[in-house]
């Protein structure tokens, strides 16, 4: 069975662009996180969909976006980026009809912007 | 007040060592617990979940004290293989929300 897959897997940008992530949930979840970790540091929650609605957001400026289509797939997107969102972007997945289920994590996408 | 917090670490141990991790969580309504592993440039995997009654796989014990709102997590007879980032995972009341703490460092040296 095939996890989580993210791509790309290296993405590298110059300010003011944006930059689109990618995401494709284990077969049969439904839910999907998306965390940001920058370089030395912990996982910051981003986003969080649900059967295709945004559950929560995390405490991030509105140029962070995203969106969960019909087959669960999401998309991050970050518009006019700054040097300071350089950071590996992780996509977690998870059932969301039971409690006490791990979450599956891609590789994630390693965003360096110039 | 952060939703889950953990201690700063890094902890350098030496092999052999016993080393103890602590977590504290802000919402009472929580359900679910979970510790992860996350290895240098690797993504988060699952160690081991917490149960109320705590729990134990091989040098790890887990253990929950929901009345002061604390997760635990012991690793005995250190390896250097042991040498991560154990981040403590929380799981919102309501929903499946899952709330990452920062991590703890962990070295151990021969």
């Known amino acids: 069975e095939a996890g989580v897959t993210q791509s790309p897997t290296h993405l590298i940008k110059t300010r003011g662009q944006q930059a689109t992530l990618r995401c494709s949930p284990i077969?049969?979840?439904?839910?999907v996180y998306w965390y940001q970790q920058a370089l030395g540091l912990g996982l910051q929650f981003l986003l969080w969909?649900?059967?295709?609605?945004?559950?929560n957001r995390g405490n991030f400026p509105p140029r962070f976006s995203g969106r969960q289509f019909p087959n669960y797939s999401s998309e991050l997107n970050v518009n006019a980026l700054e040097l300071e969102d350089s950071a590996l972007y992780l996509c977690?997945?998870?059932?969301?009809?039971?409690?006490?289920?791990?979450?599956?994590f891609g590789q994630g996408t390693r965003l360096t912007v110039v | 007040r952060k939703e889950v917090e953990q201690d700063p670490g890094p902890f350098n141990v030496p092999e052999g060592a016993t080393v103890a991790f602590n977590c504290t969580y802000s919402?009472?309504?929580?359900?679910?617990f979970f510790w992860y592993r996350q290895d240098c440039r690797k993504e988060p995997k699952l160690l081991m979940s917490?149960?109320?009654s705590g729990n134990e796989d091989g040098r790890f014990t887990a253990q929950l004290n929901r009345a002061s709102q604390y997760i635990s997590l012991l690793i005995r007879d250190s390896k250097l293989s042991d040498s991560a980032t154990y981040l403590c995972v929380v799981q919102g009341g309501g929903y499946n929300k899952l709330i990452f703490g920062a991590g703890t460092r962990l070295a151990v040296h021969p």
């Open positions: 917490v149960y109320s």
């Open positions: 969909y649900d059967e295709g609605e945004e559950r």
């Open positions: 919402n009472s309504a929580s359900q679910s």
């Open positions: 077969s049969g979840h439904t839910s």
């Open positions: 977690a997945s998870s059932p969301s009809d039971r409690r006490n289920t791990e979450a599956f």
